[in-house]
């Protein structure tokens, strides 16, 4: 019985030394990995992964494509001029690009919003988030729940060419915070009721010596 | 009395003597911190274009680093000074008036010693990897259990090396210099091999490193660092082999001696 006593408190005290080091984890804030603020045009009917490229380099592309982790997310505010919607897929461009190119039988690089139907048709679970921007801003941070990569796509159906503007941060979180301090939340009690009887016991010794 | 209640006798006075409180908990707490503090430096933009077995790679990586040292240091503690203690204040003759084999004793001492360090710090990273990237755990499991045996190979091959020494000089002190000593070793060694392999455009001398290191081979095979060396997956796994083969060779050692020559 004794013994039993001292297993469960040292796994109790265990508990709680975790607990400890997980509250302290939720603490420490996220750290900044990279960031971009620029616009991104997108003409009538046609789609367009996020544009990294400034301003005067606009007929370059390059386009925003990231590994993200469930330690790392993308705080954005997207603002618009007119009505598209945004994504945030789990696939890279270059993946987006070869599947219109290979199933299509189009050139890769046909930008025509049908072909991102098509493939989002195809391949559902790679939407990670989206929504409709109505000339107005919006603010969404992304966290994946699995290592996956990233990238963020506007869908221009309209009959107008409408230009995006964005501002992204990236960041690190030691841990998910939340998920972090409910798994302490739930363990620190079990873990005193487990060390108590036997922390009791350790306490009458010491009285009694 | 039957032979297991004198083993978990033995067992119990030495988990009470290698983990008194709160040197458990202590540790727990590091292993805890150290694995998602470190965590967070995971995946790179490296592993954008990998396969989804380099990316389990390269986010296990970060988080077995400051683990696996706490990891080292927890064991070279239980043996050297634990085992070491024990052999010079006497207790070990104590243990001999049991009902049980010297296998037996040395076998209770090394589940306290490395068993239960070693249980600790798997279920701390496992559990932190199902936090953190539960699509990780459970379809790469195999990757993951892999990459772990690999890093595990080389400081089981130094803790059993630390036993035979403790055995032999039965004094913790040196033992536990030694075996940190030989920790630092396999870095330096690893170095001169690399600047070797360059040299000669031969991976003889990485080969060699790989079958007490496999994580060499392991890390080799998942980011391909040198174009002369290019091992595959089956020979990750007899490397990995090679090494257990080499770490249970060592600690057969140390029962042999243990068992036949240890005159106490």
Aim: charge should be neutral; hydrophobic fraction near 50%.
């Amino acid at each position: 019985m004794k013994r039993w006593t001292a297993l469960l408190g040292r796994g109790g005290t265990v508990l709680i030394a975790i607990s400890l080091a997980l509250f302290l984890v939720s603490l420490i804030p996220p750290w900044q990995l990279g960031s971009g603020d620029g616009i991104t045009e997108v003409p009538a009917g046609t789609f367009s992964p996020l544009n990294n490229a400034p301003p005067f380099f606009q007929p370059l592309k390059s386009y925003y494509d990231t590994v993200l982790t469930p330690q790392q997310g993308v705080q954005m505010e997207l603002t618009a001029n007119g009505t598209i919607t945004a994504y945030i897929l789990e696939v890279n461009t270059q993946t987006i690009f070869n599947w219109i190119s290979e199933q299509q039988q189009v050139p890769a690089q046909d930008l025509n919003v049908t072909r991102l139907e098509e493939f989002l048709q195809a391949h559902p679970n790679s939407i990670g988030w989206q929504q409709e921007i109505n000339k107005e801003t919006i603010e969404h941070t992304y966290i994946p729940t699995k290592v996956t990569n990233v990238t963020i796509v506007y869908s221009n159906p309209s009959s107008e060419n409408i230009g995006v503007n964005h501002s992204y941060r990236q960041k690190s979180f030691i841990a998910p915070g939340n998920k972090v301090r409910n798994i302490a939340l739930w363990t620190t009690p079990i873990g005193f009721i487990l060390a108590i009887p036997w922390l009791a016991n350790l306490w009458k010794q010491r009285k009694q010596h | 009395m039957g032979k297991g209640k004198p083993f978990l006798e033995v067992l119990a006075s030495a988990i009470h003597e290698d983990y008194r409180f709160p040197f458990l908990e202590v540790f727990a707490f590091l292993y805890a911190l150290g694995t998602f503090v470190f965590a967070s430096f995971g995946v790179t933009i490296t592993a954008q274009g990998g396969t989804s077995e380099a990316i389990v790679y390269e986010a296990i990586t970060p988080l077995l680093s400051i683990p696996l040292f706490i990891f080292i240091i927890l064991v070279f503690k239980n043996i050297a000074y634990g085992l070491g203690s024990d052999l010079e204040k006497g207790i070990i003759q104590t243990y001999f008036s049991y009902p049980l084999k010297r296998r037996g004793i040395l076998t209770a001492k090394l589940l306290s010693a490395l068993g239960v360090a070693l249980l600790i710090f798997l279920g701390i990273q496992i559990s932190a990897l199902y936090i953190l990237a539960p699509d990780i755990v459970l379809p790469q499991l195999d990757t993951v259990l892999l990459m772990y045996a690999a890093n595990l190979s080389y400081p089981l091959l130094i803790a059993g090396i630390m036993l035979l020494l403790t055995l032999k000089l039965r004094r913790g002190g040196i033992t536990l210099v030694a075996g940190i000593v030989l920790y630092f070793a396999m870095s330096i060694i690893s170095a001169i091999a690399t600047v070797i392999a360059f040299a000669t455009e031969s991976p003889l001398a990485l080969q060699i490193i790989s079958v007490i290191s496999p994580s060499l081979a392991l890390q080799q095979y998942y980011l391909g660092i040198f174009d002369f060396w290019t091992p595959a997956f089956s020979e990750v796994i007899l490397y990995t082999g090679a090494s257990y083969v080499v770490v249970a060779f060592v600690f057969f050692l140390g029962y042999t001696y243990f068992s036949r020559r240890l005159n106490l």
